[in-house]
């Protein structure tokens, strides 16, 4: 795919700047299709989705245009306070999991740097993982306590600022 080939590779400043982008992790799925030779929706619903229950979940890229349920994606918030266990699975490795959550890019930002980034999580607060969306969904991890909060929609709405924090 000419898009995720050397065309926006040169437009990237790998190494030298942080820009929050799905281009990673389209570059990333590209190689798994590879590797695979299957389609991502067909990996996700294979190797994530069915196997952690998600029945009504679908995505068909790794950066945005997922479909799914609070419950469904509780339980993916589930696995990851599990640090990657869910049920009798295990998807990944702890110190994979380790890898994952945010941390202070001073290797690629410089030492002055209070950049904090995951792959796909920042913190929420004291031990509080997670992601948004452009949709104002929200999936919250909070390791210490256990727990998982989630919120699924298709939209913010318009009072959606007044009422989120009360809602976490």
């Avoid at 700047?17 to 798994?32: A, E, V």
């Avoid at 996700?44 to 069915?50: A, E, I, M, V």
């Avoid at 945005?64 to 349920?69: E, Q, S």
């Avoid at 295990?90 to 740097?113: A, H, N, S, V, W």
Wanted: aromatic fraction near 10%; charged fraction near 20%.
């Amino acid at each position: 795919d000419q898009i995720y080939g050397g065309r926006i590779y040169r437009l990237l400043k790998v190494g030298a700047q942080h820009r929050y982008n799905g281009d990673s992790l389209g570059i990333g799925s590209r190689i798994l299709e590879q590797i695979s030779g299957r389609p991502l929706p067909q990996l996700y619903q294979r190797c994530l989705f069915g196997p952690l229950g998600m029945k009504h979940t679908t995505a068909t890229n790794s950066s945005y245009d997922a479909r799914t349920t609070a419950l469904d994606l509780a339980r993916f918030g589930q696995m990851l306070a599990n640090r990657g266990a869910y049920g009798d699975k295990r998807y990944f490795t702890e110190r994979t999991f380790k890898q994952m959550i945010p941390q202070r890019l001073e290797k690629l930002l410089g030492d002055d740097t209070v950049m904090e980034w995951g792959i796909g999580l920042t913190w929420f607060g004291d031990q509080v993982i997670g992601h948004g969306s452009a949709t104002a969904c929200t999936l919250q991890v909070d390791l210490k306590n256990d727990t998982v909060v989630t919120m699924t929609r298709g939209a913010a709405g318009r009072n959606f600022g007044e009422y989120h924090d009360r809602f976490i």
